[in-house]
Antibody
Framework: QVQLQESGPGLVKPSETLALTCTVS????????WSWIRQTPGKGLEWIGY???????DYNPTLKSRVTISLDTSNNQFSLKLSSVTAADTAVYYC??????????????WGQGTLVTVSS | DIQLTQSPPSLSASVGDRVTITCRAS??????LAWYQQTPGKIPKLLIY???TLQSGVPSRFSGSGSGTDFTLTISSLQPEDVATYYC??????????FGPGTKVDIK
């Protein structure tokens, strides 16, 4: 059973870059699609972007200019960077594994989530 | 951009009741729809994908139906552990993945 764990600072200053890492255990990151999703009380669940094991990425157009998702196969990790953050980026951030086959378009395994607060 | 609306926003039902939640897409999405359950303080859990396929390990009282723009999640006999917020999620064009606003289910 694959497990995912987010790590990174819980507090980020406005205008700085939010950086999170997801460590995958119980399975290889060198397969499948991997996404970042965030959740706020106001906007609900929002897909940020995905990375495929080949390195191909796609991002939510509303965040695309500020987002970078990358893969570190040697450490079985993938990462999120979100630049120029504001208070609106305060959220619980989840790393997620997509399903396989007919469930590839859906989110099968979720990390526990990490709260990131943007504040000076 | 595709929009997903869910109705009702919340509901309260008795144990054993049949509960139905609707998700409507602003454009046709074939069967590219999933349902997730998020119990209070927990992470979302995939219940149903491809509109009607039950995820492994999910109780059979959960079922999904629909295609195109109108979808339904049904709980055939509501149990206390089903108290949660339920979200639909679509796969389509940019953004590739969109979530509905959620339906909160309580026990009466």
């Amino acid at each position: 059973q694959v497990q995912l764990q987010e790590s990174g600072p819980g507090l980020v200053k406005p205008s700085e870059t939010l950086a999170l890492t997801c460590t995958v255990s119980g399975g290889s990151i060198s397969s499948n699609y991997w996404s970042w999703i965030r959740q706020t009380p106001g906007k609900g669940l929002e897909w940020i972007g995905y990375i495929y094991f080949s390195g191909r990425t796609d991002y939510n157009p509303t965040l695309k200019s500020r987002v970078t998702i990358s893969l570190d196969t040697s450490n079985n990790q993938f990462s999120l960077k979100l630049s120029s953050v504001t208070a609106a980026d305060t959220a619980v951030y989840y790393c997620v594994r997509h399903g396989e086959g007919s469930s590839v378009f859906f989110f099968e395994s979720w990390g526990q989530g990490t709260l990131v607060t943007v504040s000076s | 951009d595709i929009q997903l609306t869910q109705s009702p926003p919340s509901l309260s039902a008795s144990v054993g009741d049949r509960v139905t939640i609707t998700c409507r897409a602003s454009q046709g999405i074939s069967s590219y729809l999933a349902w997730y359950q998020q119990t209070p303080g927990k992470i979302p859990k995939l219940l149903i994908y491809a509109a009607s396929t039950l995820q492994s390990g999910v109780p059979s009282r959960f079922s999904g139906s629909g295609s195109g723009t109108d979808f339904t999640l049904t709980i055939s006999s509501l149990q206390p552990e089903d108290v949660a917020t339920y979200y639909c999620q679509s796969y389509n064009s940019a953004p590739l993945f969109t979530f509905g606003p959620g339906t909160k289910v309580d026990i009466k």
